[in-house]
């Protein structure tokens, strides 16, 4: 299994729109957290992989706060998994606090981005253990 991380969401399509056209059995992976989902680059992001079918997982780990602001300041919606059938692509919300269901949610939206040649976006729910450094 070859994974390619990448900080931009950007950036992580198009390591998954090369992997895709290499008919690689692989998949770009991009971590965030959910003040990110605020910005244009996850917008971008999520919309060139799920229009360019890309091999990808967006995985947002969601601790409730965008540095200071909270989620329910950030964003009117149900979370940042709520975001994914807008763009036509799949999600799972998982315990982010529970390290075995992450593993198997990884592994699951693995196997559905290289059967489908599509993105995944998953949203592990946690919370915050101190402030932001």
Known sequence: MALRLKM??????G??????NQNKRAIAICFFGEGCSSTTDFHSGLNFAATLKCPVIFFCRNNGYAISTSAKEQYASDGVVSKAPAYGM?????????????HAAVREARAYAIENNAPVLIEAMSYRQGHHR
């Not at 390591?15 to 895709?20: R, V």
């Open 90 to 102: 799949a999600g799972i919300r998982v315990d982010g606090n529970d390290v075995f269901a992450v």
């Open 8 to 13: 931009m969401d950007t950036e992580t399509v």
């Open 15 to 20: 390591t998954g729109s090369t992997i895709e």
